[in-house]
């Protein structure tokens, strides 16, 4: 322990970077529980923030002389923060410019097989329509999916409806309205509740501008693990890995995308792509984080595009602010099925034991349901699930 002798400002000093230590070695070890608690999962998002803290209190912890301490502690304290940077780091590291793309670049020069699109949370209460509509209208993509709207912001992008004539839209005034427009043709467009009755989400096919390819296309916003929204991430876990079941029985080009509450980097994302199959045109190129807008420091990626084997990236940018909470991201694609085997070598695999998670999560995932919807009506108020 510090000499209690020492300055006070000294002592405020060693205090503070041990507390901060400890705090990053916490929210290291707490999302390997795999609870699905939300003060636990909530972990699973400020990786970067928690390797930045982490190395603070190294610097800190080497210039206090932790190392030097009787009784070892401080430095069993640097050992076990730099494990957590390590640790941390690799987890990052996919997300950089520094390991191979997992979706290749396009290298193709027709037009006719590419699709664009774009992912925009507008932030129900946010009230600059006009600014996230000229954002929308710049970046030009084929297909738009646009969350957090209700009726106002419908009135707000319905101009895009001259552009994008196909449209599938479902306005909520509770955060989860989406609107959905496409300058290409669709087909069979539904608006489907897979689990939440107040949680839509998008299934339908767009026709590319070759005229014959038929791509699927997903679109979810999950509701996040968070006090106010739900108590686990129990629902967004088998939202998502519902949809990665479904993807795995058929063998058509795809795109799943949307706000989905979760980071590329948790376990529920890299078993929803190990089961689906599906890739992530994240790895290798950057993080591109979507949310906090406001806050520069506290950025994480939740908006995302996940695509088949299928499909090469063309270009993939953040756009711009638009008064949201989150950056809308815009990607666009091109069809090269000639590359698709190459490719699938990036596919992860899933075994029979992210087979049997997946099923178990999925089942969770209704009970919880049923339980909230036996709760409610009830008229009982909203018990603590069990994680």
């Given amino acids: 322990m510090p000499d209690l002798d020492e300055p006070l400002w000294l002592l405020i000093a060693h205090s ?24 636990i999962r909530v972990f699973d998002f400020p990786r970067l923030q928690i390797v930045a803290v982490a190395l603070l209190c190294i610097v800190a912890g080497l210039l206090l002389g932790w190392h030097q301490l009787e009784g070892n502690w401080g430095l069993v304290l640097l050992a076990a923060l730099a494990v957590s940077v390590i640790y941390q780091a690799i987890r990052i590291l996919p997300y950089t410019p520094l390991v191979s793309k997992q979706v290749g670049d396009s ?12 992912v925009m949370n507008v932030l129900q209460f946010n009230k600059q329509g006009a600014k996230a509509l000229a954002a929308l209208q710049e970046s030009d993509p084929d297909v738009i999916m646009a969350v957090e709207t209700d009726e106002w912001w419908y009135g707000q992008l319905k101009p895009l409806e001259k552009t994008h004539p196909y449209t599938c839209h479902e306005p909520l005034d509770n955060t989860y309205g989406l609107l959905f427009f496409s300058r290409l043709p669709l087909r069979n467009c539904q608006i489907k509740y897979l689990l939440d009755d107040d949680v839509p989400s998008l299934h339908t096919h767009v026709q590319l501008p070759d005229g014959k390819t038929w791509v699927r296309l997903f679109g979810l916003h999950p509701k996040p ?16 890995l ?39 045109p994240r790895v290798g190129r950057g993080l591109l984080p979507t949310f906090h807008a406001d806050y520069s420091l506290l950025r994480w990626p939740l908006d995302h595009v996940f695509v088949s084997p299928d499909f090469k990236v063309d270009d993939m940018e953040r756009l711009p602010y638009v008064g949201s909470d989150h950056f809308p991201i815009y990607i666009k694609l091109s069809y090269e099925p000639h590359d698709k085997q190459e490719q699938e070598e990036n596919q992860e695999q899933a075994d029979a034991e992210d087979h049997q998670e997946a099923n178990e999560k999925i089942r969770e995932g209704f009970e919880e349901e049923t339980e909230e919807e036996l709760e409610e009506a009830n008229g009982k108020p909203e018990k603590e699930l069990a994680t």
């Fill in 16 to 39: 503070l970077a041990f507390l901060l230590g400890v705090t990053s070695l916490v929210a290291t070890v707490l999302p390997l529980l795999r609870q699905t608690a939300w003060w």
């Fill in 107 to 118: 290298t193709l020069k027709d037009g006719k097989r590419h699709l664009s699109l774009a």
């Fill in 242 to 280: 519902l949809v990665g079941k479904e993807i795995e029985e058929q063998e058509e080009p795809t795109i799943v995308f949307g706000d989905m509450n979760d980071v590329a980097w948790s376990h529920t994302s890299e078993l929803f792509r190990r089961i689906s199959g599906l890739l992530d």
């Fill in 225 to 240: 693990p968070a006090p106010a929204e739900s108590k686990t991430s129990t629902k967004r876990d088998a939202e998502l």
